[in-house]
């Protein structure tokens, strides 16, 4: 499961394994423009 998340203006994804809930891991704080990128890349299968 990912989640888009924003903070004082900064923008990061979060990523919840199903196997290891305890292994969640975050992306770099970015713009919202880079962040709806990556978000957009997550959903539509095409980040590595």
């Known amino acids: 499961m990912f989640e888009l998340c924003t903070a ?6 979060r990523h919840y ?3 290891e809930p305890a292994d969640i891991l975050e992306s770099v704080w970015m713009s919202a ?8 890349q997550i959903l539509t299968g095409q980040a590595r």
């Open 8 to 13: 004082g203006g900064l923008w990061f994804v």
């Open 17 to 19: 394994p199903f196997d």
């Open 33 to 40: 423009c880079a962040a709806r990128t990556l978000w957009m």
